[in-house]
């Protein structure tokens, strides 16, 4: 009987253990639905990351941001020849450029590290430059352009939320 006990306990300590472990596995449903929604872009150059995009539609992810006339986007942006400063309406052409269906930002903000937006990306460090970014929604195809020198280096698509 003794044995039994002992056997007994340690198999509830074993299993106890293992289910507190695995709730640092699970997302919430604003961190699930994130993650559903980040598409990323590596720009190579010579076998050597010369940029990286990651954005978020956070229409479909919070549902004060689903707005009929508006996109609502995190991007985290890193390309250390350019300081990873990220443009959204073609300043200067030597430069990244992010546009939508050929039209500039509405409202580009830089965000700051203690910011809880960021918190939705799987990566949040100090190297890249985070941003909140809306655009005037002019189809249903919403399509994010990166362009650089008046090229078109990659794109990203998405659907419009439908409420």
Not at 88 to 109: C, H, K, R, W
Request: proline residues 3%.
């Amino acid at each position: 009987m003794y044995k039994f006990f002992i056997l007994l306990l340690s198999l509830l300590t074993l299993l106890g253990g293992c289910s507190t472990k695995n709730e640092r596995f699970s997302l919430s449903a604003d961190k699930e639905k994130a993650a559903t929604s980040l598409q990323g872009i590596r720009i190579l150059k010579d076998n050597k990351s010369e940029a990286i995009l990651s954005v978020i539609f956070l229409n479909e992810v919070y549902p004060h941001y689903s707005d009929e006339s508006e996109a609502h986007f995190l991007i985290s942006f890193y390309a250390p020849d350019v300081n990873n400063t990220l443009y959204f309406n073609e300043i200067d052409p030597n430069q990244y450029n992010l546009m939508m269906n050929g039209s500039s930002a509405t409202e580009a903000v830089l965000l700051e590290e203690e910011d809880t937006l960021r918190t939705l990306l799987p990566i949040n460090n100090s190297y890249n430059n985070y941003y909140y970014v809306r655009y005037p929604i002019t189809n249903e195809m919403l399509t994010l352009v990166l362009e650089k020198s008046h090229k078109r280096v990659a794109e990203i698509s998405y659907h419009k939320v439908e409420q």
